[in-house]
Nanobody
Framework: QMQLVQSGGGLVQAGGSLRLSCAAS????????LGWFRQVPEKEREFVAA????????AYADTVRGRFTISRDNANDTMALEMNSLKPEDTAIYYC????????????????WGQGTQVTISS
């Protein structure tokens, strides 16, 4: 069983930056594809970004492409989401997740989830 523990997030003004981190314990992240999702009240969890096992291929939602960067450190079993040029519409609870296979974009394909962290962007 793998546990994912998130850190980072918080409140920042529009145009600012934040970094989210996610650390794994119990199992190594190396054989998992990783992703970040976000959710606002009364809406479904939304795909943000994903990265393959080696870290050389990534995918992004159109709404964040060019502003967010996903990364992973297999040696330390961690992953991160660097968020720049933040907008009020980026406000959400952000989740890191891991999956052994399956769609990058489908939340149901992910097996392990972090506890979630609030990101709030003020205008």
């Amino acid at each position: 069983q793998m546990q994912l523990v998130q850190s980072g997030g918080g409140l920042v003004q529009a145009g600012g930056s934040l970094r989210l981190s996610c650390a794994a314990s119990g199992r190594t992240l190396r054989s998992y594809r990783l992703g970040w999702f976000r959710q606002v009240p009364e809406k479904e969890r939304e795909f943000v970004a994903a990265i393959n096992w080696s870290g050389d291929t990534a995918a992004y939602a159109d709404t964040v492409r060019g502003r967010f960067t996903i990364s992973r450190d297999n040696a330390n079993d961690t992953m991160a989401l660097e968020m720049n040029s933040l907008k009020p519409e980026d406000t959400a609870i952000y989740y890191c997740a891991a999956r052994p296979m399956g769609s990058w974009y489908d939340a149901s394909a992910y097996v392990y989830w972090g506890q979630g962290t609030q990101v709030t962007i003020s205008s």
